[in-house]
């Protein structure tokens, strides 16, 4: 058995334990999991093996893809412009990208990119992968469509084309692409281990995911213009194919992101700690403020249960597959498969894992909730909540 590694206060023994249990028990083939406490990194462990067959061990600089907490990151480069006057929340997104603005999208603003309401979650042609990769023709495509429902009334999931809406906003006022910005603006200055992509170079680094469940999702029964089908089954999502050269070479901003819960924690921690890390300046209060103005509360477009959503990430809801994240001054979101990366202003605490081994869902699976509890037990908290089912 990998022997679990890292480092870990005694405070926070518990979660080391629980940790070493899931992978001695199975439920883990390899991961890695970070607590930052105001600052201080209390909890960065990390265990278990590369791949499937238990012959590489996981070690402190693997890598994985992390689907949609890539998410967090994206989301954070436009806040980031947002804070420097680049873009503006409450502006069309016209202003920025003329293109955009027709065809029943003129009034879509920039916060409904940020909060999933923009009623363009996916693609109204259909799409290949190879379709995906190309960022131009597939943007452009978005660009062109038509909303699914009326934009700003609702949150519909952006599952993999969030990246592209937010990564034009982001070549367009800046001249540098999604993956160059989140390089050069948040990655370098944090020494932050994440990119979108992965280079070559670090492909021998990457730990391989092991595909979930199907998702409990019924395609057949859905009529062909459900919001729920055009987005998750256009193309189909195929969790082997984070393993293809095509998708490492690629920029997508919602969901090719590669890194582990150290190089997550880094960029969450921007959220956290008030803006200001490593004496630089990232985000002002105004913006973070910004991020807790709630955009949608109610049945998810997509999903079809109930999320909250502020301007950038996911908010703590008292139902729905999001009741058992910490209440208060918390955001959050989650990838595909179950890594997580919780930002918890209130208390300056940021959790984030990363696994190789998917569950069913996106806002956790068991493993990441017990976590999560364990982290909130060793600082005296209770979070509650009932979910134990994660969302598609």
């Known amino acids: ?50 791949d499937v067959e238990r012959k590489e061990t ?33 502006e069309k997104v016209s202003k920025y990208w003329p293109e955009f603005g027709t065809n029943g999208k003129e009034n879509v603003e920039v916060r409904h990119f940020l909060s999933h309401t923009s009623g363009v979650s996916g693609w109204e042609k259909r799409m290949t992968n190879d379709d995906v990769y190309d960022l131009k023709g597939s943007t452009e495509k978005l660009a062109e469509q038509a909303p699914w429902w009326e ?10 084309n969030m990246g592209h809406l937010l990564g034009e906003l982001v070549r367009r006022v800046t001249g540098k692409s999604l993956t160059q910005f989140i390089a050069e603006e948040i990655a370098a200055p944090l020494n932050a281990d994440f990119q979108l992509g992965a280079a070559e170079k670090d492909w021998e680094r990457i730990a391989l995911v092991v595909p979930p469940p199907p998702l409990a999702i019924d395609f057949s029964s859905l009529p062909k213009d459900s919001p729920t089908l055009k987005t998750f089954g256009n193309p189909p999502m195929d969790a082997t194919t984070s393993h293809t050269t095509g998708w490492r070479k690629a920029e997508i901003g919602a969901a090719n992101g590669h890194s582990n819960a150290r190089g997550l924690n880094k960029t969450a921690s921007v959220v956290t700690l008030g803006g200001t ?47 058992w994240f910490p209440k208060g001054k918390v955001c959050f979101w989650g990838g595909w498969g179950g890594s997580i990366v919780i930002m918890d202003v209130e208390r300056k605490v940021t959790i984030t894992y990363a696994m190789n081994k998917m569950g069913a869902g996106t806002l956790g699976k068991p493993a990441t909730q017990a976590y999560v509890r364990e982290v909130y037990k060793a600082l005296g908290h209770d979070i509650g909540g009932t979910a134990s089912v994660p969302v598609i």
């Open 58 to 90: 996981w070690e402190k600089d693997t890598i994985v893809n992390v689907w949609s907490s890539s998410k967090t990151v994206s989301a954070l480069a436009v806040l980031m412009l947002i804070d420097q006057g680049k873009l503006d929340a409450f």
């Open 151 to 160: 934009p700003g009334t609702a949150s519909g999931y952006h599952s993999l």
């Open 277 to 323: 890390v490593n004496g630089k300046k990232f985000l002002g209060q105004e913006t973070i403020d910004l991020i807790f103005q709630e955009q949608a509360n109610g049945v998810d477009v997509v999903i079809g249960q109930p999320l909250r959503f502020g301007i950038g990430y996911g908010l703590p809801a008292s139902t729905g597959p999001s009741d």
């Open 1 to 50: 058995m990998a022997k679990v590694q890292g480092t870990c206060s005694a405070k926070f023994d518990a979660v080391k334990k629980l940790f070493e249990e899931q992978i001695e028990s199975g439920e883990e083939i390899g991961a890695s999991l970070v607590a930052n406490v105001d600052g201080e990194v209390v909890l960065d462990i990390w265990g278990g093996y590369k």
